[in-house]
Nanobody, 126 residues
Framework: VQLQASGGGLVQAGGSLRLSCTASGRTLTNYAMGWFRQVPGKEREFVAAISWGGGGSTYYADSVKGRFTISRDNAKNTGYLEMNSLKPEDTAVYYC???????????????????WGQGTQVTVSS
C-alpha cells in the first residue's frame, strides 16, 4: 500500500488549503482514513477521520472542528482534507493514514493506523 499526500504549502493566516491523499493498492471506500499532523519535538496529533463506506461519518479534533473538512472521492480513490481559516498553530507536517483492515472503525490514536503517507508541509504565516 502506498499513500501519497499532497497539497501543502505556505499560506497566510485566514487562508485555505486542500490536502489530497491518493492510495495505490487499496480501494479507499472500504477503509477508514485519518489525517494527523506533527511538529518537530511533539507527538503526532490527530486531526480528522472518516469512516469507511459511501456515507463516511466524520470525526474531528476540537482544535479544527468547524474549520477543517475531511472527505473522500470514491471515484478518484482519493481522500481530502479541506482546511479553512488557517491559523499559525496549524503549521505542521500533515499525514494521511489507513488502518490495516477494511471495514473497521478508527479513531484518534495513531496506533490504529497501519499505513502512512509521506507527509506534506503546511505553513501558516501570521
Amino acid at each position: 500500500v502506498q499513500l501519497q499526500a499532497s497539497g501543502g504549502g505556505l499560506v497566510q493566516a485566514g487562508g485555505s488549503l486542500r490536502l489530497s491523499c491518493t492510495a495505490s493498492g487499496r480501494t479507499l471506500t472500504n477503509y477508514a482514513m485519518g489525517w494527523f499532523r506533527q511538529v518537530p519535538g511533539k507527538e503526532r496529533e490527530f486531526v480528522a477521520a472518516i469512516s469507511w463506506g459511501g456515507g463516511g461519518s466524520t470525526y474531528y479534533a476540537d482544535s479544527v472542528k468547524g474549520r477543517f473538512t475531511i472527505s473522500r472521492d470514491n471515484a478518484k480513490n482519493t481522500g481530502y482534507l479541506e482546511m479553512n481559516s488557517l491559523k499559525p498553530e496549524d503549521t505542521a507536517v500533515y499525514y494521511c493514514a489507513l488502518p490495516s483492515r477494511r471495514w473497521v472503525t478508527t479513531g484518534p490514536h495513531p496506533g490504529e493506523y497501519e499505513y502512512w503517507g509521506q507527509g506534506t508541509q503546511v505553513t501558516v504565516s501570521s
